[in-house]
């Protein structure tokens, strides 16, 4: 995902001319520090808080806070991944789910920043982790935005409650009425938006606010548009007291300043990110991920939760005894090649590993290969898999043909699979197996 791109490539820049070099004086974090500022007021954030950000991460580089396990550049992608982190969490990250259903959570926003789409985005999530969502139609003012609603909750697979161009304060407090009875356990409010903020809006919001008494008040804000929706933030903020945001098109070409900027002029967090047109283009907000990710450092984090999905911890642990211990065998390697296929497409693992994702930019990794090397060892005999030294001509022109391959083919994968081992061999005597 080209998340924030532009400011990862600036960082990443800026990086790159760091860890060439041995030891960091005090006048390279200055001038290092000095691109990290203009890199985050390119990308439209806030200049309050790029200056603080600056000052923080400059105090610690120069401070005593050092690790001995780190190199002095690492100390500094380190700190700025830290202070990247911290400028984007809060304690309150995730989404409130009230103790006496139904949880009653209000979008509210801007003409056009996303909110009937996230409706029904946020419906589907939260059916997939069990709940019962209901979506009420609030916004009563534009004609066609009932219809829309319900459009989207047909793709989403969940209910919509409507009263037409009934009073909004009304229809949510007979829609929270209907899902008590009904045994809806979410309610979510699609509310008005208008072109600009205005005192009528925000009257009709505190006034359903006041009915319902929300247990979530969402801001939908448009990460397309920078500062202004930092401006908006704050003054919804303001009004509301809004309990979070959601920044929605974080898939268009957007430069980070909201994400970046907002919780620190707020004080509030970015609870949900929209990242695409379609009902399941929804994710949490993880700060240490995005911070990862604006930095080019691989989302290590996700990387391993996938990868824990896959393979469980105990057959993790088997695989690096096994390539430790150098008895690594092609039933190891079908075992792996099935778990690395849950964790999604080959492509999308390899540039979530630090380092690796720059430099494997533009470079294609053929599945197909995968699958061919796959046909190879099923047509060998598991005393071949075991110990694939015996593998001489006669059997691999067999084994070529049981898998419809050549023996070129064949050659290629022992020899791979050889080399392999061979670096298998040369890590053994390392601390083993880490990203
Ligand atoms: N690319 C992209 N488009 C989005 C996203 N969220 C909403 N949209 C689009 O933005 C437009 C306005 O969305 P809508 O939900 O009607 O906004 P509302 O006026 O706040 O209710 C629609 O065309 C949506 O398809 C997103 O995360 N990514
Ligand atoms: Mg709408």
Known sequence: MALFSSLSEKFNHIFSKLTKRGRLTELEIKEAMREVRIALLEADVNYLVAKDFVKNVSEKAVGDEVLKS????????????????????????????????????MLCGLQGAGKTTMCAKLGAFLKKSGKRPLLVACDIYRPAAISQLQVVA?????????KGTQNPVKTAKQAIEHASRQGYDVVILDTAGRLHINEELMNELKDIKKEVKPTEILLVLDSMTGQDAVNVAESFNNSLDVSGFILTKLDGDTRGGAALSIKAITGKPIKFTGVGEKIGDIEPFYPDRIASRILGMGDVLSLIERAQEAVSEEQAKQMEKKFRENSFTFEDYLVQVESMKKMGPIQDIVSMIPGLGNKLKGVQIDERDIQINKCIIQSMTPEERRNPDIIKASRRQRIAKGSGTSVQQVNALLKQFAQSKEMMKMLKNKKGLRF
């Open 70 to 105: 780190l190199t002095p550049s690492q100390q500094v992608i380190k700190i700025v991944r830290d202070e990247l982190t911290e400028l984007m969490s809060s304690n309150a990250q995730k989404l409130v789910i009230s103790s006496s259903p139904p949880t009653i959570i």
């Open 154 to 162: 047909k793709q989403a697979n969940v209910d919509v409650f409507e």
